[in-house]
T-cell receptor, first 115, second 113 residues
Framework: GENVEQHPSTLSVQEGDSAVIKCTYS??????FPWYKQELGKGPQLIID?????GEKKDQRIAVTLNKTAKHFSLHITETQPEDSAVYFC??????????????FGRGTSLIVHP | DVKVTQSSRYLVKRTGEKVFLECVQD?????MFWYRQDPGLGLRLIYF???????EKGDIPEGYSVSREKKERFSLILESASTNQTSMYLC????????????FGEGSRLTVL
């Protein structure tokens, strides 16, 4: 099955710095790569996603890049703010029974932004 | 707004008890999922259901079963709870198709003594 590796497990930055979280995947059939943010006491929430026909996608301070050849993708957060502090999960997704795509998640990165 | 509601935020059960975790979504989503979240292990898929009465095993189904009798409700059942099932359980729902956003509930933290 799919294996998703995520690094680092913990990332501590100063407010205003950039943060980068990296993930690798093993199955070349995966073609959808979402990123989720989980704040304390809440369920994960989608913040950005990318499909395999696109190399980069941006949404304000957040960007995701995908290198299909190397099977890795990254989340970039610029001008970090204390409210960016959370656990971030990457995932890789491919087809499954019933036509659904089942994501395999990385182990998560705890991002701490110091004021 | 999509709402995924997990009936119990915190549960404490004893070893050997039967445990039901209930999840209800209000957006008519076909797909529903149960994940287990443990520190350092991320989110691991227990079971998913792509439609009513349909279910598929995920990566860690041992010790669990599920029920999907109605589209909006997906139940996770621990037939005989064990201490190694102490964890956070997350339910999610989604429209079917090529990828697409998972909508998660806030989680049920289960402690088995």
């Amino acid at each position: 099955g799919e294996n998703v590796e995520q690094h680092p497990s913990t990332l501590s930055v100063q407010e205003g710095d950039s943060a980068v979280i990296k993930c690798t995947y093993s199955d070349s059939a995966s073609n959808y790569f979402p990123w989720y943010k989980q704040e304390l006491g809440k369920g994960p929430q989608l913040i950005i996603d990318i499909r395999s026909n696109v190399g980069e996608k941006k949404d304000q301070r957040i960007a995701v890049t995908l290198n299909k050849t190397a099977k890795h993708f990254s989340l970039h957060i610029t001008e970090t703010q204390p409210e960016d502090s959370a656990v971030y999960f990457c995932a890789a997704s491919k087809g499954a029974p019933g036509g659904s795509y089942i994501p395999t998640f990385g182990r998560g990165t705890s991002l701490i932004v110091h004021p | 707004d999509v709402k995924v509601t997990q009936s119990s935020r915190y549960l404490v059960k004893r070893t050997g008890e039967k445990v039901f975790l209930e999840c209800v979504q209000d957006m008519d989503h076909e797909n529903m999922f149960w994940y287990r979240q443990d520190p350092g292990l991320g989110l691991r898929l227990i079971y998913f259901s792509y439609d009513v009465k349909m279910k598929e095993k995920g990566d860690i189904p041992e010790g669990y079963s599920v029920s999907r009798e109605k589209k909006e409700r997906f139940s996770l059942i621990l037939e005989s709870a064990s201490t190694n099932q102490t964890s956070m359980y997350l339910c999610a729902s989604r429209l079917p198709g090529r990828g697409g956003e998972l909508f998660f509930g806030e989680g049920s933290r289960l402690t088995v003594l």
